[in-house]
């Protein structure tokens, strides 16, 4: 291959380059390629995994090629679109059997860090800059993630940019082409907002190529959805374009009132939800009405640890005495609790088992995982520590669920629906309990509202305490948790100056309230304590007292001659615990 070096520009003969159609395995030669197009390409959890390109050669074909992270440096911002480069040093590998971007390449390339690249100047002829392929709407097909497609339309419908209950932001609308055919699309993350800031900036019709998406069937129907790959082509430039816009002459291109995806058949009962789904889980039914919950299975726990790193949002494992990701292959140090509630229900048509994962149980509870854990490790009743008392309340209660026939499962003995979302009062799609009278049993559900949740009665923290059966609310009245007069405290009542240290602020006297002085009208006897006014007891607090300490030699003997040390230790022991375990 003759060339020669003019202006720091290589002019290069084509007559004996090397072409696409015969690369292989192993192939090392040089060869000339216009770079047609290149895009950074990011895993499912978003992490950024490699720079890609698609490559044209003279004859017009085309190649994929791929440069990893730790090499891709070398050549981001270096190989410029629609620029010619002399390649050599690159590696030829088979294309991989899924997320191919050339479905019927049968080989693509990798640039390495020994990889030279120089820039040329050749004619252009027979080198293809926009080289899609195109698949028309009547031959797409579910690709399994398999390979990726290129589609041309114009846009009829546009929505705005939307969250999904996975935190995940989409944009969706509808896709038509010349011959009356529409495909419903699928933008995700930041490409929906940028597809819409594109095409405010056209008047008129606009048509557009959606390059490397993939097919997917949902609710019944196949749409197109947006991959990491996808590129979003407007240009009137783009010959294929031109031609796509002179074949709409004469085609009514009034505005469209379809919404992006048909709606799915709606049923009201769980026995017609049960039935659709067993017979086909892929057909569109969704279902949303009020139904009673009757239960809350705690065997597979009420909430997941997962993985915190960028959009991953798997369960984690162990590993090597650290939390693990299998989806990421990394630690995780700081793993985020999720709700996975998984609850019986039921309406006079039948029951069935729904899970709610993390948005959803937000939405029915009213608080987020994290914060029920925070409750249950503070709370002292046995019945928290399986599960928390606001999830309990919510048994015997009726909600508004939205259930969908693709996420049937059936294991062992039950059957079960992903929840998409809990319904609200003043929702879109909330409709009036009176409307679902047919559908719950009323001896079963007197009443068609939520229950009336009771704030949740978590006991005040206390230390262990040696014989005692109640214990005692650290305030100034005397009393114990259950109103009895100072029986858990043998007779006294403890005051604490605020902001001072735990333990040297109380004076104790058998048969005395304390209480705190305003002025200086008495003097503790012991150093370091604040002034206090000891009252006498009730004849009432006085017995208690008296029946209480019968049995305890310090209580009832040293107790009632004066201030003991070994009182004093005890009664400053028991408040330290208390400020230690107190929040």
């Known amino acids: 291959m003759s060339k020669a070096v003019v202006g720091g520009v290589m002019e290069t003969g084509l007559d004996d380059g090397l072409c696409f159609d015969q690369l292989e395995v192993g192939s090392s030669m040089s060869i000339v390629v216009m770079v047609c197009r290149s895009w950074?390409?990011?895993?499912?959890?978003?992490?950024?995994?490699?720079?890609?390109?698609?490559?044209s050669d003279r004859n017009g074909d085309s190649i994929h090629a791929t440069a990893r992270s730790n090499v891709a440096h070398y050549f981001v911002d270096k190989l410029k679109e629609g620029c010619l480069y002399l390649l050599k040093?690159?590696?030829?590998?088979?294309?991989?059997?899924?997320?191919?971007?050339?479905?019927?390449?049968?080989?693509?390339?990798?640039?390495?860090?020994?990889?030279?690249?120089?820039?040329?100047?050749?004619?252009?002829?027979?080198?293809?800059?926009?080289p899609f392929q195109i698949v028309q709407f009547e031959d797409l097909e579910v690709t399994n993630n398999k390979y990726f497609v290129d589609v041309i339309g114009y846009v009829t419908t546009a929505d705005n940019v939307s969250t999904t209950s996975?935190?995940?932001?989409?944009?969706?609308?509808?896709?038509?082409?010349?011959?009356?055919?529409h495909m419903a699309v699928t933008l995700w993350g930041k490409l929906g907002e940028s597809f819409?800031?594109?095409?405010?900036?056209?008047?008129?019709?606009?048509?557009?190529?959606?390059s490397s998406m993939t097919v997917k069937q949902y609710l019944g129907s196949l749409g197109l959805s947006s991959s990491s790959a996808t590129l979003i082509i407007d240009s009137n430039?783009?010959?294929?374009?031109?031609?796509?816009?002179?074949?709409?002459?004469?085609?009514?291109l009034r505005a469209e009132t379809q919404p992006a995806r048909d709606g799915p058949h709606a049923v009201t009962t769980i026995a017609e939800l049960l039935q659709s789904a067993r017979q086909d889980k892929k057909k569109a039914v969704v279902f949303r009405n009020s139904i009673q919950i009757t239960g809350i299975r705690t065997k597979n726990s009420w909430f997941n640890f997962t993985c915190t790193g960028g959009r991953c949002r798997k369960g984690v494992t162990r590993k090597d005495g650290s939390f693990w990701c299998e989806a990421c292959d990394n630690a995780v140090y700081f793993p985020r609790a999720r709700y996975r509630l998984m609850v019986d229900v039921k309406d006079m048509t039948g029951n069935v088992v729904v899970v709610l994962f993390d948005e959803a149980g937000e939405q029915l509870v009213k608080k987020s995982a994290k914060s029920l854990l925070d409750e249950q490790e503070q709370s002292t009743n046995s019945d928290d520590m399986v599960l928390p008392e606001a999830l309990r309340c919510l048994i015997g209660g009726t909600y508004m669920f939205e259930l969908r026939s693709h996420t049937y499962y059936q294991y062992g003995e039950y059957e079960s629906f992903n929840c998409a979302q809990v319904l609200l009062p003043g929702s879109a799609n909330y409709a009036s309990p009176s409307s679902v009278d047919d559908?719950?049993?009323?001896?079963?559900?007197?009443?068609?509202?939520?229950?009336?949740?009771?704030?949740?009665?978590?006991?005040?923290?206390?230390?262990?305490?040696?014989?005692?059966?109640?214990?005692?609310?650290l305030d100034c009245t005397g009393t114990d948790s259950e109103g009895v007069p100072g029986k858990a405290q043998h007779g006294l009542s403890m005051d604490v100056k605020s902001g001072s240290d735990v333990g040297s602020e109380v004076n104790v006297?058998?048969?005395?309230?304390?209480?705190?002085?305003?002025?200086?009208?008495?003097?503790?006897?012991?150093?370091?304590?604040?002034?206090?006014?000891?009252?006498?007891?009730?004849?009432?607090?006085?017995?208690?007292?008296?029946?209480?300490?019968?049995?305890?030699?310090?209580?009832?003997?040293?107790?009632?001659?004066?201030?003991?040390?070994?009182?004093?230790?005890?009664?400053?022991?028991?408040?330290?615990?208390?400020?230690?375990?107190?929040?």
């Open 196 to 210: 819409i800031a594109q095409k405010a900036k056209k008047a008129g019709v606009y048509t557009v190529i959606l």
């Open 237 to 252: 430039n783009i010959p294929l374009l031109e031609s796509f816009n002179a074949s709409l002459r004469g085609v009514d």
């Open 166 to 181: 996975t935190g995940r932001r989409m944009l969706e609308f509808n896709l038509r082409n010349e011959r009356g055919g």
């Open 40 to 55: 950074d390409s990011d895993n499912v959890h978003g992490r950024y995994i490699s720079t890609d390109y698609i490559f």
């Open 509 to 583: 006297v058998p048969g005395k309230r304390l209480k705190k002085v305003t002025g200086g009208e008495a003097h503790d006897p012991v150093e370091g304590t604040s002034q206090l006014i000891m009252d006498p007891l009730s004849e009432q607090e006085d017995d208690v007292d008296d029946k209480d300490s019968g049995g305890d030699s310090v209580a009832g003997t040293v107790g009632k001659k004066g201030v003991h040390t070994l009182l004093i230790r005890r009664m400053k022991s028991d408040l330290l615990a208390i400020r230690q375990r107190m929040p």
């Open 439 to 473: 559908i719950l049993d009323p001896a079963a559900v007197p009443a068609l509202s939520s229950p009336v949740k009771k704030a949740p009665q978590f006991g005040v923290v206390t230390p262990d305490k040696r014989a005692e059966k109640r214990s005692s609310n």
């Open 89 to 130: 040093n690159f590696t030829v590998v088979k294309n991989r059997p899924a997320y191919r971007i050339l479905k019927d390449s049968q080989y693509m390339i990798e640039l390495q860090g020994s990889t030279v690249f120089k820039k040329v100047s050749v004619d252009h002829g027979g080198f293809e800059r926009y």
